[in-house]
């Protein structure tokens, strides 16, 4: 029996089994982290006292929600004192620098360069110069947050537990204000939720570690002395220094009591801008971190090589494995259908295979999203009808992760700026949060 269904396998069948198996084996652990968020609870933190920080923010013409972060922050359910905020104005044009000062940041620094562009080379500037200027005032830690952030009342409270905690760096519950737009800032927001709850929690939860996402994260300041600064300045700068640290061994922590605010971008043009420059900054954190996640894996010490091959398939490029594998199966039918080829089982199986593997990763993608939509319910601000709607576009919001993913290896990325205008009332955000 079992050498008759061998004899019927063709070339396809056996390229096709390979990837799924492939897949299945590699990313099988991520279904051990959704039972363990839903039948655990992450560990509790206490601070034995208040430390002192700086926050870092790089703003490029924010005029419209800087003053909504900064706000926030003086809003913290936090000593005010143990708070400075710097304001990086890199190459702005318009009054971002004056809405800052105004606003409440302790300084604003403008930076002036259109030869090193980019989220990194803005924090290193105004790392060192924090270090020119504030040097004696002793910072404990450092965070970094996007201009169209704004943050809930208790955030650094609790951050602060995990900093006391003894963490080296930690992120955040990354939250969106503008869920309810449109599909687009919704699909945005259903993702992050679920990198929150069912990744970083479990991670948390399981004593490994979590990667920086981005904006609301902490780095302790011995860190970044140590490397002289902010040096991370790929395209997607916090998943390089996620990597490095995991490397050399490190743990990132995660808060899921800090909540988080973020602006979703609401046209396509944005999402792909935005998303090719990710998509092109994982393709070179790969290439750049790879070997070394790998060699962790065997030679870090225990307790940190799990994190080494959680970052490796965080890094990799499986979605190269769905273009060629649905590549694959198309070449395979056109031959066939061309007369190229026999166009018996090879031609059904290349056709049922592509239906198989969109099918199934839409599948896979409205059961994420319905499973995030429903745990984290109360956390999203918008109507039922609107999160109950969205559960059906998040599918298609992430299947444009292909041809984005596909463009992402041949053209080279150019940093694009995306328009942030959405304010919001920092108070009433943060009192809904709380019902």
């Known amino acids: ?13 056996i390229f096709n089994t390979g990837v799924f198996l492939a897949f299945a084996i590699c990313y099988v652990y991520q279904f051990f982290y959704i039972f363990t968020v839903l039948t655990k ?7 034995r006292r208040n430390h002192r920080y700086a926050v870092m923010v790089s703003a490029r013409n924010e005029i419209a929600v800087i003053g909504d972060l900064i706000h926030s922050i003086r809003m913290q359910n936090y000593p005010q004192e143990l708070i400075d905020i710097f304001v990086i104005a890199d190459n702005c044009t318009d009054d971002t620098a004056r809405v800052a000062r105004e606003a409440g940041a302790t300084n604003v620094f403008e930076r002036f360069n259109k030869d090193l562009i980019g989220k990194g080379y803005a924090l290193d500037f105004g790392y060192k110069r924090i270090q020119e200027l ?30 006391d905690g003894g963490a080296i760096a930690s992120t955040s519950y990354r939250n969106s204000k503008n869920y309810g737009s449109n599909w687009i800032s919704a699909g945005y927001a259903v993702w992050f939720l679920r990198e929150a709850k069912y990744l970083s929690q479990a991670r948390l ?21 140590r490397h002289g600064g902010w040096k991370w300045h790929l395209l997607t700068e ?8 995991i490397t050399e061994g490190g743990r990132i922590s995660y808060c899921p009591t800090a909540m988080l605010y973020d602006e979703q971008p609401v046209t396509f043009k944005d999402s792909w801008n935005q998303r090719f420059r990710w998509a092109k900054g994982f393709y070179q954190v790969f290439a750049h971190y790879a070997w070394g996640l790998l060699k962790g894996i065997f030679t870090n010490k225990k307790g940190a090589r799990f994190a080494c091959y959680d970052m490796l398939m965080t890094i990799a490029p499986a979605m190269l494995l769905t273009i060629i594998t649905i590549g694959f199966n198309g070449t395979i039918a056109v031959l066939a259908l061309l007369g190229y080829i026999s166009a018996g089982s090879m031609l059904m199986s290349a056709l049922s295979c592509m239906f198989f593997c969109l099918f199934n990763y839409c599948l896979f993608m409205f059961i994420l999203g319905a499973l995030t939509t429903f745990t984290e319910w109360d956390n999203i601000h918008s109507t039922p009808g609107k999160k109950i709607g969205y559960l059906f576009t998040f599918p298609f919001f992430m299947l444009t992760y292909i041809p984005i993913a596909l463009v992402a290896l041949v053209k080279k990325a150019k940093w694009k700026p995306i328009s942030h205008t959405i304010s919001v009332d920092v108070e009433k955000m943060s009192k809904a949060n709380q019902k």
Do not use: W
């Open 41 to 47: 609870k992450p560990p509790k933190q206490e601070a």
């Open 134 to 163: 504030y040097g004696e005032n002793g910072y404990e830690a450092y965070f970094v947050f996007d201009a169209d952030n704004v943050l809930d009342g208790n955030y650094f409270r609790e951050m602060n537990k995990v900093f």
């Open 1 to 13: 029996m079992l050498d008759q269904f061998l004899s019927q396998l063709t070339v396809v069948d």
């Open 205 to 225: 939860t399981l004593n490994t570690s979590c990667a920086i996402s981005g904006t609301g994260f902490f780095i302790a300041a011995d860190v970044l002395a």
């Open 238 to 245: 916090d998943i390089e220094f996620s990597a490095q640290t």
